[in-house]
């Protein structure tokens, strides 16, 4: 079945401290994987997708295949990264796009 | 470009009453996708078209809801009839499709409240 699973609801750090945002995901074959983010008050939009291996506002994230992880990191969280997270699997064939259920980042000043 | 376009923003029902939901995507993409969301719930895949045709509806309760996007473009989602656990913001995304062109773009929502 294909599954992405964030364990964290929550998580609070400071600003400047280093930011992982955990994601695991289960699919058999070779599926996409993405990070969404939702700013308050607007709609969700792409982050980064793993095939692009790029960074985005000093974001990174890595598929470890082996682990079925996609954790997304920022060495030095700001405050205006305070946001909801989604992690995102779209598997190939069909295309359909699952969500994990979200992790609430809040950077503290 | 402009975005994808979602109406209403918010609505009130009585359970037992129907409500639809329309979407309208960027111009161009094929693919089109309703998710739910209850509140602190990530979203829920209901149901994907591919141009016009249904690719995956498996998770659309199929006795109360229905969607259609005639001509490949705009879509309507429909309830009938709505339920208390109903309540959610109703997501439409669409993406150009294919292997190449991954992302989704998504509208505001419509927040859905049923009394």
């Known amino acids: 079945a294909q599954r992405v699973t964030q364990p964290e609801k929550l998580l609070s750090v400071f600003k400047g401290a280093p930011v992982e945002l955990k994601c695991n995901y289960s699919?058999?074959?070779?599926?996409?994987l993405f990070w969404y983010v939702q700013y308050s008050r607007q709609r969700l939009q792409l982050l980064l997708r793993?095939?692009s291996r790029e960074s985005i506002k000093g974001f990174t994230a890595d598929l470890n295949k082996g682990e079925t992880s996609f954790h997304l990191k920022k060495p030095f969280a700001q405050e205006e990264d305070s946001a909801m997270y989604y992690c995102?699997?779209?598997?190939?064939?069909?295309?359909?796009?699952?969500f994990g259920t979200g992790t609430r980042l809040k950077v503290l000043a | 470009e402009a975005g994808v376009a979602q109406s209403p923003r918010y609505k009130i029902i009585e359970k037992r009453q129907s409500v639809a939901f329309w979407c309208n995507p960027i111009?161009?993409?094929?693919?089109l996708y309703w998710y739910q969301q209850i509140l602190g719930q990530g979203p829920k895949l209901l149901i994907q078209?591919?141009?016009?045709?249904?690719?995956?509806d498996s998770q659309l309760p199929k006795d109360r809801f229905s969607a259609e996007r005639l001509k490949g473009v705009d879509s309507t989602l429909k309830i009938q009839p709505a339920k208390l656990e109903d309540s959610a913001v109703y997501l439409c995304?669409?993406?150009?499709?294919?292997?190449?062109?991954?992302?989704?773009?998504f509208g505001q929502g419509t927040r859905l409240t049923v009394v």
């Open positions: 995304a669409s993406s150009l499709g294919g292997i190449q062109n991954t992302e989704a773009f």
């Open positions: 078209f591919q141009n016009n045709g249904v690719v995956d």
């Open positions: 995102a699997l779209r598997g190939s064939g069909t295309y359909k796009y699952i």
């Open positions: 699919y058999s074959g070779s599926p996409e």
């Open positions: 793993h095939i």
């Open positions: 111009s161009g993409h094929a693919t």
